[in-house]
């Protein structure tokens, strides 16, 4: 496999449609496909959240569009042959697909708890690990250190299309008789592991099965990402000379490696108890329903500081480059992320304060917890030290990044109350946490997820992107954003549970409703704003302004590539002589020394000798 | 002068890599499976030290053959043993007992196979079976567990047979038997603990 990559760059000879855009082994290619394939999914799963949240504001009143074409098709007026042969596929009860899950185009409640669940499953599982990981990793991983392609091409490209095969078997979930998984993206158990509980049958199933799936394809992708990064680098390229970016996606990699095949071999217990009748999480036959929290969450913590790591990678890869200053204290970046990491495998216990624990057992989880503050303060206080006094360029890709910073700050502070067990008795399963993981998750991740598609958009399709449609994006998405999950704050600490399909049932709630509503309302705007992005996305890989080779006159050796960047990346391999941060060198002719250029000076003053490869 | 700033790819590969991406990839791969099995015999530890008498009162009855067990966990050590020889053989460059060893270790792996699976097929028609309580379960899917293991370890060793009987092994080029080498290495190091902890304790 090894051998395929250097081989298939020596001659270049025009490679067939499949082998170039299908099943490709190309690094920059399979990035791309992750990339697409996650923006997909972005959609669905923000489509999925609309659903919920028209719901949540109006709740049993008929869907816009779905609500009203159902009376069209009564009057008989629109009956196409697709139509036809769509009710054909439910001839049994003679109900179309929408009949079943929203009948009058109102959302059933039992479609409502599968909506919610696959939002969740499919924003954490398809779209942010995906992009994060599958597409930047990829893509950047080779180009950063400076070599030709990944360790294991052949891998490389399976573990898309096992990706991609985990995507099918989830979607295939929605269409399935008794409706897809409803049991929560934590699949808690009994909910899961006892199909008679739920009503669901093989939604569930297929949830396991497509879970495992997309295990073996995180697995193939880290063994290559943690291989690649050890054995690959450019000469000169030590330790201490990684971008950010790459030391984030090898410490996830590490995380992605050992963590998910605990969960993997839970959801295989789940589907032992579901199909052959065992009895792990059943107390009558003697197992213990609390088991799956402890295996689901020593899985899921580290699984959301994979959704984070990345995106402050990221982060510090941009913030320099518009800030036109190194880094402020690049090896305590590194530290607190190696700390973090560590730490994200203590600290699961925080999500069960509410199950039964031991206290002093949870005052040992919140401990473990708390600490993990310090090293995000860390990094937070040396992003704002990168900011200082700096002349920063407030291009699209810098406003994402700094609304990544910011959005990750409130997050960060909500989950110090959360952390705190007496607090989190208050809180625990309200909209408090659901504010608290979107402001993470989408307020730091996706936001570092769309500065990332800026910054390197003129790498991967040679072309830039239109700023002003991006700037547009960002100002709708960042106010509608804040529009929808600040006021969740609000409603948590009103005691808004999570997982309800109608609040109005609830008297303590009512009074609050229009909150809803103002929240529903953000949300359709915010999705309706991630059009910009995908069509700024399409229309600039064709027609964007043609990049040249080095945009955002930054220091790191993907910049080095020539653009649009060839089979095998670089001519000659780079010879790498800084660190990756080199921005306002004193005494430098330009403001930037990119990591290739020989006669400059070390972090410490010293000046390198042509040709050193270690520090 | 270029020459030294620009490192030719192929030469920078071999000389930085103090262990081959396949290997590296192989023990990296293991982690996995430490962390796949670490949770499953989380969830023994859990049940066994969870309940008071063990096996359950409901299961009082089962016996689970610890002797030919016994004797099984033997044949499979014995197959690490000759696993070792046969990666001693081929840095020797000895082919022909490359062969060799790598065939009685196919042979030792199938023979716990087979008894494994013979035992299962009397637990089964004693009755105990994968939905008897907490106690079946979580033996078949352990255990069973391991036995997919070293069923995929034999299939890779076949594999790795047929190449070493087409002669594409070498004292320079012997990567593909190491690699199943350190895999084999790991099924049968782990069992020992999975006997003592499932069956003996």
Redesign the interface.
Known sequence: M?DHA?ESHDHHHEESFVRKYLFSLDHKMIGKQFLIFGLVMFMVGGGLALLFRWQLAWPDKPLPIIGVSKEYMEEGEVTTAADRKWEERFDDDKETWIEVNMPSGVIDPAFYNSLFTMHATIMVFFVVVPLLVGAFGNFLIPLMIG??DM??PVLNMLSFWFNMLGGIIMMAGFFVPGGHAAAGWTGYAPLSSVPELSGVDWGQNLWCISLIVMGISS?MG???Y??TI??????GMTWFRLPLAIWALFIVAILL??????????L??IL??RM?????FLAE????SL?WQ??FW?FAHPEVYILILPGMGMASEMLPVFARKPIFGYKSMVFAMIAIAFLSWIVWGHHMFQSGMNPALGAAFMTTTMLIAVPSAIKTFNWLGTLHRASIRFTVPMLNTLAFVSMFVIGGLSGIYMANSPVDIYIHDTYYIVAHIHYVVFGGSVFAIFGGIFYWFPKMFGRHMNATLGKIHFWISFLAFNGVFFPMHILGVGGHMRRIANPMQYEFLQHMQWINVFITVCAFILGVAQFLLLFNVFWSIFRGKVAEQNPWQATTLEWYAPTPVPHGNFG????VYHGPYEYSVPGADKDWTPQTE?NGESPHGEPIP??A?AD | MDELEHTSYESVEEENRPISNARLAVLVLLGAEIMFFAGLIGTFLVFRFGSVTWPPPSQADVRLPIGVTGLNTIVLLLSGYTMFQGLRAIRQDRQKELKNWLFATGLLGVIFLVVQGSEWVRLVHHGFTLSSGVYGSVFYVLIGCHALHVLVAVLWLLAVFARAIAGRFSVDHYVGVEVCAIYWAFVVVLWPLLYILVYLI
Not at chain 1, 257 to 266: E, N, R, Y
Not at chain 1, 285 to 288: A, N, Q, W
Not at chain 1, 572 to 575: D, K, M
């Open positions: 090894n250097h070599t030709r360790a294991f697995l880290s063994i290559n943690i291989t050890i054995n690959m680098r450019a000469p490696l050992l963590a998910f095949p605990v969960v993997a071999s839970a295989a217990l032992f108890d052959a009748g065992t009895s792990f036959g003697g197992g213990d088991l402890h295996l020593f000659a391999i780079p010879q020989p042509a040709g490869t």
